[in-house]
């Protein structure tokens, strides 16, 4: 799955936006605002290095936006005249050609690995987390090797077992008993 | 090292073989199993302490206050017959360690070594969510005061004289170990009691800065407390003085008073950074009687004599333990208030 | 005076002889080794969960095992770079961008053995170095003043747009977002809080190491949750004895190589605060630069170069490290931050009086470097051949686990779940930066380098009262890193 890229027309010019590069200049901008608004009161000796770092970092965020995310075309109009409804914005997906991870997708979906054994993992790392908070380490855990080898594609219930209370019981013994590491 | 182990080092000694060894979780297990064993059978309302009592220390290990830290709990260990864990956690001016006690439970298995007047700076400069009657105190520990350093071969040999030549200079850079605290609030003083002299204060972050800047020339002068630069360096550096009415024992250099400058503030009072023991507040109240095992232990401590000799080991901590009950202790913490919110407005220089 | 210290060198070796001292060694290169090697466990937060287990014994053992356990930790960082792609402590994270491209050429035994060997043999001749250098290594350390490391650290930060195969301002721009992030915190001169929106935790910054988990680890994780291979199963391993034969071959035949990571190594290690965590990438843009326009792209496609740069750079930053931590009491690095507090611990007082005091502990402790350092290559080779496999562990088994150690290290840096959510955010960001062709090392360096660079120049310009002239030419040092920063910068252009 690749995030959209979006087509507008604006005058006679096809402004074409790569949201997927869009992403971490504009999280960045995001933290360059916030952390503006922060610390918009000190005084200019908390600022003197931090400061003319922040602003060529919004710089370096605009730049990156439009060499990368945005690219204006004007040739291309007469092509996509013929093709489509100019009037209305376009969203495609996945217009870029396919690259060498795309063929490793294809080739690991069946061997159950892919894009939702990776965005499982990280929902169940935010569940992993989140546990950390209200139950003991050792439960949370336990829980989260077990679910994480499951949709990582083990379903025999013994390895399961095995696995997830045994390196449990491993790290808890190092870390907590023995190194006194103050895990919740 | 020490005279009578307890059995839980013992443990320790085999379980770090028996973990090298290879058989870490399983080690680790047994320890637990052993230990967990105990607090079953044992009774809820029993004997104090039953596990292990944590100390945070707000500052990061190697430090002065994690030092004389971990030269006092073996001792305190072995009176108490307790297990004690030091936690660093540092940041914040000490800020962050504050709402880790702050935030614990009262009940005798957190405590904080943490220091004045950096603890009253959190609550007067920054915005920490306590303030000093959110705590209990348990005593204090010792007491370094204030004094001022110069690099070797500097022009002046004392306070008076670098003042002289500040005055001739017009302004001089001074290095200071933190923003808000006993030096930065020394050299603020100084700088306001006499009008004719400009102090170009840095702020250097810490004792290690302090005193690579002065061994290599960076300051003209530094503040910092004889114990926390080293005296390994007396003879290297030239002390110029101390902020205090007496001169102190642990570097030959003379008092403020001794050398005339009895106008600056505090003087007469003498002022430095005191180390203490500070507990979450309600603990006196809630467990009084975990609240007095912890203060009489704690007492104990300073009449020890492998304590003494661990302290002397720590370049003459010895010399500057400075023991005050909670009673005092708490009077002390009032006084240190006190005068950093009389001097606040002068911070705002800096 | 010779004379003093060949008697001092004679008592430390005498020392030595214990066999508690020597199982001391053994046991701590061992303990080191394992937590080196777990993902997100760095050799300084080794010494720190080590040092209380220390606290029964004599100082002698208990100090050379902490020493000990500090030299493997730093050489074992690079076992899981090469075999799956995660640094396993900041000191190895350019070990990934070779070591693992020859894994998955088959060639993991080769590059593990490479490894040991060069990370066994930098910290020896980094220890002899100390042996007999440590006076002068310490006079320069006192010579690092705050406008030379952060000139020091704009240095090693010209890396970011030499990065290769990346658009100059996407490295340019992730490097600037480490540095602003490495800025979040308390400020170095008035102390208030800048960029912490309100969280007390954050007032002490964000700790690179939880930046370092996020980036390299979990989103390596996440990549490989996806991906399913570490290595593709037709890959053969090739035999591991010709293997560790050819290694040895190898180092032997790049002496150049191998002598200029161990140089760049031993100097970045006794500046101030800058330890392995900078070293590794120092030494490898600088073998990159050395090496002709032919090999120079090769870096990163699985080069025995590279893992020689990372490795021989590593372990040689712990004897210029420790020189003026042990005679100054100022810390080469953060590993040797968090060693002083162990030394001081066991009653010794670090500083000018440590080598009249304690000699023969201190050198002691310098000798134990070199049977450490051997011991490397003890556990290190016949290691290689099983180290080897692990890279064949089916992934499902090796994912969990990886990150359950991630976020026990991500934890452990200051005891606070609030990190793991930093953990958490670098991982999905790693992701994002792997898709969108930045350079990873862009921000990591940012962050590392942050804290000196800032602190460096805020401290130096004010001691220089805001005088330019005194800040960049002050001291012959700075000229000579503004000579080095140049002619960086200029090769760059150059070569782009």
């Keep these: 799955m690749k995030p959209p890229t979006i087509s507008v027309r604006v005058s006679n010019t096809n402004v074409r936006i790569a949201t997927g590069e869009l992403l971490f200049p504009v999280l960045v901008l995001g933290f360059c605002a916030a952390y503006y608004i922060d610390t918009r009161g000190l ?19 605009v730049v990156t936006v439009f060499k990368h995310a945005v690219s204006f075309d004007r040739q291309s109009i007469k092509r996509e005249r013929g093709e489509r409804n100019e009037s209305t914005p376009f969203i495609g997906w996945g217009t870029d050609e396919e690259t060498a991870t795309d063929k490793l997708e294809k080739k690991s979906r069946s061997t159950g690995f892919g894009t939702s054994s990776a965005v499982g993992l990280a929902v169940l790392l935010i569940g992993y987390l989140l546990s950390l908070y209200v139950v003991p380490f050792v439960v949370g855990t336990a829980g989260f090797l077990g679910c994480a080898l499951y949709i990582l594609g083990e379903r025999r219930p ?20 023995w190194l006194l590491v103050p895990l919740p | 090292m020490t005279s009578n182990k307890t059995s839980r080092s013992d443990r320790r000694q085999f379980l770090k073989y028996a973990v090298t060894a290879g058989g870490a979780g399983l080690a680790g297990c047994l320890d637990s199993v052993g230990r967990g064993d105990n607090d079953d059978t044992g009774d809820s309302n029993g004997t104090y302490p039953e596990q292990n009592i944590e100390v945070i220390v707000p500052w990061s290990q190697g430090g002065g206050t994690d030092r004389a830290t971990r030269a006092t709990t073996p001792t305190w260990s072995d009176i108490l017959d307790a297990n004690f864990v030091v936690q660093n956690y540092p940041g914040g001016s000490t800020q962050v360690g504050g709402e880790r006690l702050y935030d614990a439970d009262p009940d005798g298995y957190t405590i904080a070594m943490w220091n004045m007047p950096q603890m009253q700076a959190t609550w007067i400069f920054q915005d920490a969510p306590y303030d000093m009657d959110d705590f209990d105190y348990l005593g204090t520990h010792h007491l370094d005061p204030t004094m001022w350093f110069a690099p070797p071969e500097s022009p002046y040999e004392d306070m008076a004289e670098f003042i002289e030549y500040a005055r001739e200079e017009g302004e001089v850079t001074v290095g200071t170990t933190a923003a808000i605290g006993n030096t930065a609030l020394s050299a603020l003083l100084i700088e306001d009691t006499y009008d004719d002299i400009e102090f170009n204060l840095v702020n250097l972050e810490g004792g290690t800065p302090t005193r690579q800047a002065t061994l290599s020339g960076d300051v003209d002068a530094s503040v910092n407390q004889p ?7 007396i003879g290297e550096v030239i002390g110029l003085g101390t902020h205090t009415p007496e001169p102190q024992d642990l570097w030959p250099a003379p008092s403020f008073a001794e050398l005339g400058l009895d106008e600056i503030p505090l003087v007469e009072e003498g002022f430095g950074q005191w180390k203490l023991i500070v507990a979450p507040g309600g603990l006196e109240d809630e467990y009084p009687e975990r609240y007095n095992a912890l203060v009489n232990s704690y007492a104990e401590i300073f009449e020890q004599d492998d304590f003494v000799s661990r302290a002397e080991e720590q370049g003459g901590l010895d010399q500057i333990l400075d023991y005050n009950d909670p009673e005092a202790t708490v009077q002390e913490v009032e006084a240190y208030s006190e005068f950093m919110q009389e001097y606040e407005p002068l911070f705002d220089r800096f | 005076m010779i004379l003093a210290s060949l008697l001092s060198i004679r008592s430390g070796a005498a020392l030595l002889a214990d066999p508690l001292v020597l199982a001391a060694i053994a046991l701590g290169v061992g303990v080191g080794i394992v937590f080196g090697a777990i993902p997100g466990f760095s050799a300084t937060m080794t010494i720190i969960l080590l040092t209380p287990v220390t606290v029964p014994f004599n100082p002698a053992p208990a100090l050379i095992f902490l020493v000990s356990a500090y030299g493997g930790a730093v050489y074992a960082g690079s076992i899981p770079s090469i075999l799956i792609n995660t640094p396993g402590a900041p000191g190895s994270v350019v070990t990934c961008w070779d070591g693992y491209e020859l894994t998955k050429k088959g060639k993991a035994v ?36 705050p406008s030379q490391m952060f000139l020091f650290a704009v240095f090693a930060l010209t890396i970011i747009p030499a990065a290769k195969g990346a658009s100059l301002e996407k490295a340019l721009l992730g490097g600037c977002f480490g540095l602003l992030v490495a800025t979040v915190g308390n400020d170095p001169q008035l102390s208030q809080p800048r960029g912490t929106f309100g969280f007390t935790i954050l007032r002490s910054g964000v700790d690179f190491i939880v930046v370092l988990i996020g980036l390299f680890v979990i989103a390596e994780m996440f990549q490989l949750a996806y991906r399913g291979v570490v290595v593709q199963d037709d890959t053969e391993i090739e035999g591991s004895f010709s293997q560790i034969k050819d290694a040895f071959r190898a180092v032997a035949s790049r002496p150049v190589a191998f002598i200029r990571g161990m140089l760049i190594g031993t100097f970045v290690g006794s500046l101030p605060g800058a330890g392995a965590d900078v070293a590794n990438f120092v030494s490898y843009n600088e073998a990159r630069r050395w090496a002709d326009e032919e090999l120079a792209d090769k870096f990163g496609t699985g080069i025995i170069e590279g893992v020689i740069a990372g490795d021989s750079s590593n372990n040689a930053t712990q004897g210029g490290a420790l020189v003026p931590t ?8 953060g590993s040797t931050a968090a060693l002083l507090g162990a030394i001081s611990i066991h009653g010794l007082q670090p500083g000018p009086g440590l080598f009249d005091r304690s000699a023969a502990l201190v050198y002691a402790l310098i000798l134990s470097l070199v049977i450490g350092n051997l011991l490397i290559l003890v556990y290190g080779l016949p290691g290689a051949k ?18 359950v150690l991630s976020v026990i290290g991500g934890f452990a840096v200051r005891n606070s779940l609030f990190d793991l959510w930093f953990v958490l955010l670098f991982g999905v960001l790693g992701v994002v930066f792997v898709k969108y062709e930045y350079p990873l090392v862009s921000p990591v360096l940012g962050v590392i380098l942050g804290g000196i660079a800032e602190s460096g120049f805020v401290t130096g310009w004010l001691l220089n009262q805001g005088d330019p002239v005194e800040f960049f030419f002050g001291s012959y040092i700075s000229i000579v ?13 150059v070569r782009r």
Aim: charged content about 10%; aromatic content about 14%; glycine content about 6%.
């Design chain 1, 43 to 61: 005084p200019d000796r908390s600022m003197m290095y931090a400061g003319p770092l922040l602003y060529t970092t919004v710089l370096l965020a």
């Design chain 1, 158 to 177: 013994a390895r399961i077992l095995i696995y997830s209370l045994g390196f449990t019981i491993l790290t808890w013994g190092v870390f907590v008993e």
């Design chain 2, 227 to 233: 114990w926390a630069f080293n005296p390994d360096h």
């Design chain 3, 110 to 145: 080769y590059t593990l053995a490479v490894s040991a060997i060069v990370s066994s043999l930098a910290g020896i001749c980094a220890a002899v170095v100390l042996l007999f250098l440590a006076p002068r290594i310490a006079e320069f350390a006192l010579e690092f003043g």
């Design chain 3, 326 to 333: 042990l005679t100054l009491g100022i810390p080469g690095s």
């Design chain 3, 386 to 403: 099983y180290f080897g496999k692990l890279a064949y562990i089916p992934p499902k088994y090796i994912i969990p686990a990886v990150v």
């Design chain 3, 481 to 493: 890193l503004l000579a080095l920063i140049l002619l960086s910068v200029v090769i760059t252009i």
